[in-house]
């Protein structure tokens, strides 16, 4: 049972245009959700989170979207660069009452093409 | 600050060893966790602690896994026997209650 789906294992952009990584889940317990990078032969690293109160969230390049009747978020990077090309992962959390527990989708790869 | 250190990076046995990973989560943080990465199922939640206490170890697969947390600075993950399909990159994480987890640079086990 996934209960976090990320349906494209990989993306490919331009540099300078926009990268759109999706995610989709099921459970409607999840208030907390969570973007990771992971570059070859590192741990995933901490980018970008989005409190289920709101449906944005802006750090600089990275924005973060979220559509709780759609069960669905997204992260987009503008503009691309090519030290973007990582794997992406989105998690999710039912907070504090699981103790930060998160489940993890399946990754997308993107690659960002100079 | 070290951030969470884990050893080995790379460890390699033969099928039927005993393998222990070992983890050092970052100085203050109460909360730490156990992941596997693989092609298949991606990354999943092994085992997490809590104050030093198991709370949740449902993704643990099987008996011949255990993981424990002796102190607040140090956990092992333990597979005894080891088998191939243990083959994996194995990460850990840790956390200030159900804050951001910071992960260690994995461990990647080949058992042959």
């Known amino acids: 049972d996934q209960q976090v789906k990320q349906n494209s294992p990989s993306l490919s952009v331009q540099e300078g245009r926009i990268s759109i990584l999706n995610c989709d889940y099921t459970?409607?317990?999840?208030?907390?959700f969570l973007w990771y990078k992971k570059y070859p032969a590192e741990g995933p690293t901490f980018l970008i989170s989005?409190?289920?109160?709101?449906d944005k969230n802006e750090d600089g390049r990275f924005t973060v979207f979220l559509n709780k009747s759609a069960k669905h978020l997204s992260l987009h990077i503008v503009p691309s660069q090519p030290g973007d090309s990582a794997v992406y992962f989105c998690?999710?959390?039912?907070?504090?009452?699981?103790?930060?527990?998160?489940?993890f989708g399946q990754g997308t790869e993107l690659s960002v093409k100079p | 600050d070290a951030g969470v250190i884990q050893s080995p990076r790379h460890e390699v046995t033969e099928m039927g060893q005993e393998v222990t990973l070992r983890c050092k989560p970052i100085?203050?943080?109460?909360?730490l966790f156990w992941y596997r990465q693989t092609m298949m199922r991606g990354l999943e939640l092994l085992i997490y602690?809590?104050?030093?206490?198991?709370?949740?170890d449902s993704g643990m697969p099987e008996d011949r896994f255990s993981a424990k947390m002796p102190n607040a600075s140090f956990s092992t993950l333990k597979i005894q026997p080891s088998e191939p399909r243990d083959s994996a990159v194995y990460f850990c994480?840790?956390?200030?209650?159900?804050?951001?987890?910071?992960f260690g640079p994995g461990t990647r086990l080949t058992v042959l």
């Open positions: 994480a840790s956390s200030w209650v159900a804050d951001t987890q910071y």
């Open positions: 459970n409607s317990m999840f208030d907390y």
């Open positions: 989005i409190s289920s109160i709101k």
């Open positions: 998690a999710a959390s039912a907070g504090y009452n699981q103790g930060g527990k998160l489940i």
């Open positions: 100085s203050g943080h109460n909360s």
């Open positions: 602690f809590n104050n030093n206490v198991p709370i949740d």
